[in-house]
């Protein structure tokens, strides 16, 4: 368990190096996605995937 998942600012169901993989590959796919359209929309779509890791 790591130290954010002991307290509680990550599910402890989550594995920490494969969930920060997955954030940067998210984030630049969002990072092309904002350059073909709306920003605010890209935005939304990264905190839904932020908030979908917090506990």
């Known amino acids: ?3 954010r998942q002991a307290r509680c600012d990550l599910r402890a169901d ?4 494969q969930s920060v993989r997955h954030l ?3 984030a630049d796919g969002l990072q ?3 350059l073909l359209q709306d ?3 890209v935005i939304a779509d990264l905190r839904a995937a932020i908030t979908a ?3």
Request: hydrophobic content about 65%.
């Open 14 to 17: 989550l594995d920490p190096e």
């Open 1 to 3: 368990m790591t130290e």
């Open 32 to 34: 092309l996605l904002a």
């Open 24 to 26: 940067m590959a998210l």
């Open 53 to 55: 890791l917090a506990a």
């Open 39 to 41: 920003r605010g929309a």
